[in-house]
Structures are given as structure tokens and as C-alpha cells.
């Protein structure tokens, strides 16, 4: 079926009220991963659900179902889904796990024998934004001598 025309889906509903009712709760179902009863291609859930109730494979009988999945159920409030807020748990636990220890008092040594191991499995030792605290080296800003006390001349002193 190329398109999809009221047409053809009121010959299985009753009005176009009931054919919107019908065709966002199938379409909600497939974006929720229910599988299509007519070939996808590359048609959205809209027209999937419009294409189904066309070909009478979806009627009135639908408004009946219980939903099992709401998009509530489907997305948090931030938008992410199971799997991303899974990955999220992951992080968040990792984090605390990492602020319990610097809490703890793990003390200097311990950190730089982290520091060291780090270094040995990655080949790189942990990202320091700034591996010369110092600030000595050859940078050549650093390597300017400060200016010297102005004379009496130059400072306007007649004395």
C-alpha cells in the first residue's frame, strides 16, 4: 500500500474521532517496541498504525486493551531510557564509592600508588591539567627576570 488514506481506514472504524483514538494507541505501542503487523520500510509509528488499521489488522477492540507499558514507564522525567539510566546507576555508584574513599582519609600514599597503577595499565598516568605545578621548565614567560627598581631618575625624585 503506497498511501494511507482516511478513506480506507474509516472503512474499519466507526468515525475519525475513534480512527485518532485507535491509531495513537497503536502507535504508541510501536514506539514502545511492539512489533508491526505490516511491513515497516521506513515509516514511522504514525503511519505504521494507520497502515495496520487500513488493512483492518487494527480496530475499535484496541481502546479496550489494558496497556502494559506507558511512556512514563518507558522514559524518566529527564527523557533517558531504561538503558541510559542504568548506565547513569553505574556512574552514580562509582562516583560515591570514590567520594566514601577520599572521605575515609585515604591518605598520600595511597593515592599515588593509584596514581602509579593507573600509569602502568593505561601507559599514561592520570589526566593532570597541569604536570608541572611548579611552574618552572623552559616556558619561556616564566624565564623573564622581574624588572629592575626604577633609579631616581626615572622615578621623577629630584631628592
Keep these: 500500500m ?11 472504524v466507526d468515525n475519525r ?11 504508541r505501542q510501536l514506539l514502545l517496541g511492539a512489533e508491526p503487523l ?4 521506513q515509516d514511522k509509528p504514525t503511519v505504521l498504525a494507520l497502515r495496520e488499521i487500513a488493512e483492518g489488522l487494527i480496530g475499535p477492540s484496541i481502546l ?27 556512574l552514580e555508584r562509582e562516583l560515591a564509592a570514590q567520594i566514601k574513599a577520599r572521605i575515609a582519609g585515604e591518605d598520600a600514599g595511597d593515592a599515588a600508588a ?19 605545578p611548579g611552574g618552572g621548565g623552559d616556558d ?9 627598581a626604577p633609579t631616581p631618575r626615572e622615578s621623577g625624585d629630584s631628592g
Design 2 to 12: 503506497a498511501r494511507v488514506t482516511v478513506v480506507d481506514c474509516l472503512e474499519h
Design 17 to 27: 474521532f475513534q480512527l485518532v483514538l485507535i491509531a495513537a494507541k497503536r502507535a
Design 38 to 41: 505490516v511491513e515497516r520500510g
Design 64 to 90: 479496550e486493551e489494558k496497556e502494559e507499558e506507558t511512556l512514563a514507564d518507558y522514559f524518566d522525567e529527564t527523557g533517558a531510557r531504561p538503558e541510559e539510566r542504568e548506565e547513569d546507576n553505574e
Design 114 to 132: 593509584r596514581h602509579f597503577s593507573d600509569f602502568a595499565e593505561s601507559g599514561a598516568p592520570n589526566s593532570d591539567p597541569d604536570p608541572d
Design 140 to 148: 619561556e614567560e616564566h624565564d623573564h627576570e622581574p624588572p629592575a
